[in-house]
């Protein structure tokens, strides 16, 4: 029987890997020498660091699976030196992002006062999250700048010409050394004053100190899932930011189990075995809402699916009861999807399907 070594945290794993081998499950960020030692199979999610030292004391190890989209806490280097196979789960809580961006962006129009199709919104990394984001904001009808030089698609612009055209400027790419400071002092300057930064990809992708600076003066807002240094954040981030969650813009029940599932897909196929039941079936029943007018839909549906604001006060609150950002991210009330919601109405149901699709 294989050796299955899980994160204490990830959805599903007891029912779909334990038929494949002997389960055991680690707690916090990173597993014992001694769990470590016997794993052929190592499922793990953002925060555990697979790296030469953990690799070290995993000699039997196989198979490593991150149930996440972002890969930066694998050094895929020296896992593919010692010839193990890796696999990711991409584009698995792209949903939960984009809806969470979403949530930011409307709460934050309405907020300041401003009307949907006077707001400019740039996109930096149009990939999974960022294409979908992009549909979404086109079905409201918000102009929408896309930057993504390695894609290179025809009417994308750089970030030097976004910069100072975009109300909101929201970040979609991969963290690790290409991506690191991309937004410093210079691109915050080149913003228009007033506008929103919205991070919800990487905290390693904004400066932290140009980023203080940029709020400190106040030219700016800022919207962070994401911090520089994870789990001990920057604190004066509580006084300057707008809005903070802590890294849980993923956290949807679909966008956790289906990271579950993409694994054992993976691990199915490399054991040379049919996966069991479909991914569908691992989800609980959808939430239906009555709905008319697309416009209060979209507020109403969206703010009862994810309100960032209610996150953040969360967050806040939970800091001040002195738990720590682990702590409150294991506890996280998972959320569902927008696309997980039936709608009442034919006519919004098929605009708000075409919303949430992808
Ligand atoms: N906060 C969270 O909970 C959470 C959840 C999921 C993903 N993420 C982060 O979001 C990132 C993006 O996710 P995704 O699913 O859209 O990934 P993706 O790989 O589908 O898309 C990333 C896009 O960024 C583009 N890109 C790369 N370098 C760029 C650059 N310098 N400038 C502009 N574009 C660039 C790529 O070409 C690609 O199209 C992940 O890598 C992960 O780090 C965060
Ligand atoms: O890259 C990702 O998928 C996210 O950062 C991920 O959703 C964070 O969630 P966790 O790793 O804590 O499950």
Redesign the pocket.
């Known amino acids: 029987m294989l050796n299955i070594l899980a994160d204490g945290l990830m959805p599903l794993v007891d029912d779909l890997f334990a038929p494949l081998g002997t389960l055991q499950r680690f707690e916090g960020r990173q597993p014992t020498p001694a769990q470590l030692a016997q794993a052929e199979v190592l499922l793990v999610r953002?925060v555990t660091q697979v790296d030469a030292a953990l690799l070290t004391q995993a000699p039997k190890l196989r198979f490593i699976g991150s149930a996440?989209?972002?890969?930066?806490h694998l050094d895929i280097k020296a896992i593919e030196e010692k010839g193990l196979f890796w696999t990711a789960a991409?584009?698995c809580?792209?949903d939960?992002?984009a809806d969470?961006v979403l949530s930011a962006v409307l709460n934050w129009q309405t907020m300041t006062g401003r009307d949907l199709p006077a707001l400019t919104v740039g996109i930096?990394?149009?990939?999974?999250?960022?294409?979908r984001l992009s549909r979404r904001l086109n079905v409201l009808g918000v102009k929408v700048l896309c930057?993504?030089?390695?894609?290179g698609e025809p009417g994308f612009i750089t970030?030097a010409q976004m910069l100072p055209q975009v109300d909101v400027l929201t970040l979609?790419?991969?963290?690790g050394q290409?991506?690191r400071h991309?937004i410093g002092a210079t691109e915050l300057a080149a913003m228009k004053p007033g506008a929103l930064l919205i991070n919800?990809?990487?905290g390693s992708v904004v400066d932290n100190a140009a980023l203080l600076a940029w709020l400190e003066a106040g030219a700016g807002q800022a919207v962070l899932?994401?911090f520089a240094t994870e789990p001990d954040f920057d604190r004066r981030l509580l006084d300057l930011g707008l809005w903070l969650t802590p890294?849980?813009?993923?956290?949807s029940i679909e966008?956790k189990r289906r990271g579950t599932w993409m694994l054992y897909e993976a691990l199915c196929q490399k054991l040379g075995q049919v996966p069991q039941g479909r991914f569908e079936d691992q989800l609980p029943r959808a939430p239906v809402e009555s709905i008319s007018g697309i416009e209060l839909a979209v507020r109403r549906l969206g703010n009862l699916v994810f309100d960032i604001r209610d996150d953040d006060a969360w967050f806040r609150a939970g800091l001040k009861a002195g738990r720590t950002f682990d702590e409150l991210r294991r506890s996280y009330p998972k959320r569902r999807e927008w696309g997980s919601l039936k709608a009442g109405s034919l006519e919004d149901g098929a605009r708000l399907w075409d919303l949430a699709s992808h």
């Open positions: 953002s996440t989209i972002g890969t930066d991409p584009g809580n792209a939960a992002v969470y930096v990394g149009v990939g999974n999250i960022g294409s930057c993504d030089p390695p894609k970030l979609h790419v991969p963290g290409g991506t991309m919800s990809c990487r899932d994401v890294h849980i813009a993923g956290h966008g």
